[in-house]
């Protein structure tokens, strides 16, 4: 075995021993204990870093515009100084509400089935699709939007559409093309259910057998048993991964940014155009140096952003570590 | 007696039911990664040949003649690598200090709880992050500043995952080497780090796949070139923007080899994500069992 550390060696008087003291030993141990403690501490000083950061460069457009006027305005013209971020809040609102009821339904009955029905061999195959489909970089499902989904919501689900629920302006068509909020929601959909299914299985997973079988003696079956035992145990669980699917959709930039139709306006139907936040940050980063206020007023979607997620996701994260925290109990 | 019966009858017609609608959603997520790269390859595929991986882009590249997009896999492939060592630097000592002294201690769940909420933070939020540290110490779009960038990006996955496996390796191999005298930095150099090993592997190919893939936070950092990157202060073109920029031309050609360009990238993380199994299979051979 070869020596991976290299130990100061200490040799007594006469020479002989060549193993390092327990002295040696025990300061090496500390040293590593006060390294590692200060690395350790980097993801905290990171979170606390990246919001100071942010909110520093944002500050200008703050101080220039009042707060309210910034969430509530509608008009975007950073030549003209008027920066609504409007729009794009309604945007990534709408686009992460649709990918989240999207995905939800058929993430958390695959993931019940893979907990409580399957065969070890589904699992084992179901786990590499989930993972390959976790792999796949934002920009690939971008482009799979553009060459599937908007042509599917342009030529099969707009015109159903038309033809059935015109009346609801939910689902009105107010525009010719298939880019738009519902093709980005069912690419957000895609992309977040590993993430629903892989979390919710795992809170599946705290709830001791002893209760489904109790359950099961006395005759439930096993939708019975989930229903009335297993779920009401893990609701918080559950929420709190839609939650945090929820966040991670909130952010999604490049594959939204590709099939979304990035038009500033206030949508009204899932099938109108928006403009997300991120995609407002990624298209715009070019110009931002040129006109007055507008790095700063970018860098204040970012501020945006980040606390709304930070948000999600602290609370979604306590509630799934109090989960299996108590599992262990 | 026939109530009794009706309703036996219903409650397995709901099971039977709820397990149909359990196979169709297990079906239509299978079907979405199917149908995901079948859309990828056959219209990647006709775009795709020898040049686009051996050439950088020639002059006119971008109104379709020829060339290739070698700059972009160069320079991802330094991007990731670079990011992902950086981010094993600092991963394996928190994930160490995690196992040794936190345990599943209270401090050891708030560090986890920072861990997941840098996860969650997009990518696009830690690219303007990383624009804010370039202004501020005077960095220019570069191969460097975009390392910097993708290590943030992959250290709370990588250390995530690895905490993930660290923390379930049984006592009984720590125990006995604590109890031979060793310290415990020795445990966990000698003992932890062996045995995990496998697991470790994973967790480092993981955050390399998605390091690899990530566009958001190497817009802003990285810049773009149709040169191959040679310095660390020069910026670099990468996959994923490749394939962005591409996807925006206005010419059919370009628009074609900016599928063929999503069909490396997808070649590159599947196989990353396939040979992370096999590759930690074969480690296990070294364990003790």
Not at chain 1, 35 to 53: C, E, G
Not at chain 1, 246 to 261: D, P, W
Not at chain 2, 166 to 182: N, T, Y
């Amino acid at each position: 075995m070869s020596e991976t550390i290299s130990l100061k060696v200490e040799t007594q008087s006469d020479g002989r021993s060549i193993r390092p003291s327990s002295v040696a030993r025990a300061r090496q141990d500390q040293t590593a204990k006060r390294t590692f403690f200060i690395v350790t501490l980097l993801p905290v000083i990171l979170i606390v870093m990246i919001t100071i950061a942010l909110f520093l460069r944002a500050l200008p457009i703050l101080n220039a515009h009042p707060f309210t006027q910034l969430l509530f305005g509608d008009v975007w013209k950073p030549s003209a100084g008027l920066f609504g971020f409007k729009p794009f809040i309604l945007g990534t609102v709408w686009v992460t509400a649709v990918g989240v009821l999207l995905a939800v339904p058929p993430s958390l009955l695959v993931a019940i089935y893979l907990a409580e029905y399957a065969h070890t061999m589904t699992r084992s195959v179901a786990k590499p699709i989930l993972d390959l489909l976790a792999a796949i970089p934002p920009v690939v499902y971008g482009v799979w939007g553009l060459l599937a989904i908007v042509p599917f919501v342009q030529g099969v689900l707009a015109p159903l559409s038309d033809r059935w629920l015109d009346s609801i302006p939910l689902f009105a068509i107010n525009q010719p093309t298939g880019f738009g909020i519902l093709a980005a929601g069912i690419v957000l959909a895609v992309m977040i259910a590993p993430l629903i299914i892989s979390v919710v299985y795992e809170v599946f997973s705290t709830v001791p057998n002893e209760l489904r079988n109790a359950s099961l003696a006395v005759g439930a079956t096993r939708w019975q048993t989930i229903r009335r035992i297993v779920l009401p145990q893990i609701l918080p669980g559950i929420i709190a991964a839609i939650v945090l699917a929820a966040s991670r959709a909130f952010g999604e930039t490049i594959a939204v940014l590709i099939v979304v139709g990035n038009v500033a306006n206030i949508p009204t139907s899932i099938f109108d155009s928006a403009y997300p936040l991120p995609a407002l940050i990624a298209n715009n980063y070019g110009d931002m140096m040129s006109i007055p206020l507008y790095d700063a007023a970018l860098l204040g979607a970012a501020l945006i952003l980040l606390v709304v997620i930070l948000i999600f996701n602290v609370i979604s994260t306590l509630v799934l570590q109090r989960l299996k925290r108590r599992s262990w109990a | 007696m026939g109530m009794k019966k009706k309703r036996w009858e219903r409650r397995h017609l709901v099971e039977l039911f709820m397990k149909a609608i359990m196979l169709v959603s297990l079906f239509l997520v299978a079907g979405a990664l199917g149908l995901i790269l079948w859309t990828i390859i056959s219209r990647g595929l006709p775009a795709l040949n020898l040049d686009m991986v051996t050439q950088t882009p020639k002059g006119g590249f971008y109104m379709g003649r020829e060339g290739g997009v070698l700059n972009a896999i160069i320079g991802s492939i330094y991007l990731a690598i670079g990011g992902t060592m950086l981010a094993i630097a600092f991963s394996l000592p928190i994930t160490l200090y995690l196992k040794a002294y936190l345990g599943d201690s209270k401090w050891g769940d708030y560090i986890r709880l920072s861990l997941d909420v840098l996860w969650g933070i997009p990518s696009i939020v830690y690219g303007a992050f990383g624009f804010t540290l370039m202004i501020a110490v005077g960095l220019r779009a570069s191969l460097l500043a975009g390392i910097i960038v993708l290590a943030l990006v992959e250290l709370p996955i990588m250390a995530r995952a690895m905490d993930e496996v660290i923390r379930r390796m049984p006592v009984d191999l720590e125990h006995a080497a604590l109890a031979l005298g060793s310290t415990k930095f020795e445990v966990a150099v000698r003992v932890v780090v062996r045995q995990m090993l496998p697991g470790i592997v994973t967790s480092v190919l993981l955050a390399f796949g998605r390091g690899i893939g990530d566009a958001a936070s190497v817009l802003f950092t990285a810049g773009y070139t149709d040169r191959i990157v040679t310095s660390l202060m020069r910026p670099t073109a990468s996959l994923p923007l490749a394939v962005f920029f591409q996807l925006g031309s206005p010419y059919p050609e370009v628009q074609q080899r900016g599928y063929a360009s999503a069909l490396i990238l997808t070649i590159i993380v599947l196989a990353v994500s396939l040979s992370s199994r096999w590759i930690s299979a074969r480690l296990n051979k070294y364990t003790v069992k």
